[in-house]
């Protein structure tokens, strides 16, 4: 298995790739062509998957950010995000 963020000992590098929530469920890198845009406001901010979201506002689009060497997916919600 090759991969330009994975080095040869299949450790991820420390970079960031961006993906956007599209309406069907799927996601794309950087940019959606048929972009989620969120349906209701919360009072307050919430939690998704063990992260704290800050609250948004209606209409607002979701981007995942995964990191390849902590393994991990952040969450952001907001406009031009």
Known sequence: MTDD???VEGNGKDED???????DGSVTKVTATNEYKM?????ADVEIAGQ?????AKGN???YTYN???NKV???VGAGK
């Not at 790739?17 to 309406?23: A, G, H």
């Not at 349906?39 to 009072?43: D, M």
């Not at 704290?52 to 948004?56: A, E, F, L, M, Q």
């Open 52 to 56: 704290n979201v800050t609250k948004w």
């Open 68 to 70: 390849y060497k902590t």
């Open 5 to 7: 963020k994975i080095d």
């Open 74 to 76: 952040t969450i952001t």
């Open 39 to 43: 349906q209701g406001t919360p009072s």
């Open 17 to 23: 790739v961006i993906y956007k929530l599209n309406k």
């Open 61 to 63: 689009t979701v981007t």
